[in-house]
């Protein structure tokens, strides 16, 4: 089968999504045609990320995230000459578009060269991001509009699927995955140090100010350590002084540090399914999530951590945590548990294989 992907944004958890399903479904031909966030990573260090010879890269000038009408014409026009190239030569049987400006654009195009196969990931519901009511409202009329050009919407989490349900829009839902290793954390029970982590790029979408307004009340406790694994434009958010930025890290020493840590940490204003969430459930920590869109789905009920919907109770809830210890490793068990029973790779890679196989309308 031959599988194009397509995405305006390559980077950050959308590459991971798209190099889990590449890197399970080896008997298949997969081009990804992108676009690039130098700001965020070079598409070369993305690139790299993949493995083997079925898989290559078609680069997409004039993609880009935030809506510029003129560019935007520009970037469907080569999309359009893409698609119509690979349809013409018979390389397509399915088109696979990621992110909201790529399913939006992706959609229109397909519609007007008449690729019937199409399915659109959103990744994070877009009108749930904007700055202002306004641009929510016009993310949600875009995302409207774009499901009467056709193809299936696939959300990655069951609340992204209720959002879009609310809205009117036709969808399905395959959970995220990630590969379950069997191996437990390894972190000591340490009685002098405690560590709370996250991951991810350093952007107005994981609120780094709430982080830092959490990891401050801590700032005079010598035991407590907040660690972000990442980096990103909204870095000089992090003031506390007991927050350590490492940067961007080989994904090995990125594991490791979210496996030493106590507690992993979501301050995220919305997300899709985040697999940085999914890889600290695979490692047994207890979690501490924003109440939002793909933060619900990783929260079994209190029993593997908590949700919380402001910064009191955050520290209400670290504070718990710090007191209560011998706990943790029972939360983070229940943390595996879910993971496995939910989030396994092979059980998304098999339900999107049926889909890439069926007749999508």
């Known amino acids: ?115 019937r196969k199409v399915i659109y990931t959103p990744n994070g519901a877009p009108f749930l991001v904007g700055k202002s009511a306004f641009s929510n409202r016009l993310y949600k009329v875009l995302e409207q509009l774009g499901a009467r050009f056709g193809g299936k919407v696939v959300c990655c989490s069951l609340s992204e699927w209720q959002a879009y349900r609310d809205l009117g829009i036709d969808a399905t839902q395959i959970n995220n995955g990630i590969k379950l290793t069997g191996e437990p954390s390894k972190a000591p029970l340490d009685d002098t140090g405690f560590t709370v982590v996250t991951s991810g790029r350093i952007a107005a979408q994981k609120n780094p100010t709430l982080f830092n307004a959490i990891a401050r009340y801590f700032e005079e406790w010598s035991t407590i350590t907040f660690v972000w694994v990442g980096d990103g434009d909204e870095r000089a958010r992090l003031t506390a002084r007991n927050i350590h930025v490492t940067g961007w890290l080989p994904k090995e020493q990125a594991s490791a540090l979210i496996r030493d840590a106590d507690v992993y940490l979501s301050t995220a204003r919305f997300e899709g399914l985040s697999f940085a969430g999914l890889e600290a459930l695979q490692l047994e920590k207890p979690v501490l999530l924003t109440d939002c869109i793909g933060n619900r789905d990783m929260h079994a009920r209190g029993s593997n951590g908590d949700l919380f919907k402001n910064e009191g109770e955050a520290v209400v809830k670290l504070l718990r945590y710090f007191n209560n210890r011998l706990m943790l490793p029972v939360m983070g068990r229940h943390s595996a548990a879910l993971c496995a029973s939910e989030f396994n790779i092979q059980d998304t890679y098999h339900q999107y294989r049926s889909l890439y196989k069926s007749d999508i309308i």
């Open 1 to 115: 089968m031959k599988i194009v992907h397509v995405v305006e944004a390559f980077a950050s958890g959308i590459a991971v999504f798209i190099n889990s399903l590449v890197e399970n479904m080896k008997e298949d031909q997969h081009l990804i045609i992108h676009g690039e966030r130098e700001h965020v990573m070079k598409a070369d260090e993305v690139k790299r990320q993949f493995k083997g010879v079925h898989v290559s890269f078609l680069r997409w000038p004039s993609a880009c995230r935030n809506i510029r009408p003129l560019k935007d014409i520009r970037a469907s026009l080569e999309l359009y000459r893409f698609l119509k190239d690979l349809r013409d030569n018979r390389e397509v049987d399915v088109v696979h578009l990621h992110s909201s400006k790529g399913g939006f654009l992706g959609r229109v195009v397909c519609r007007l060269l008449r690729i």
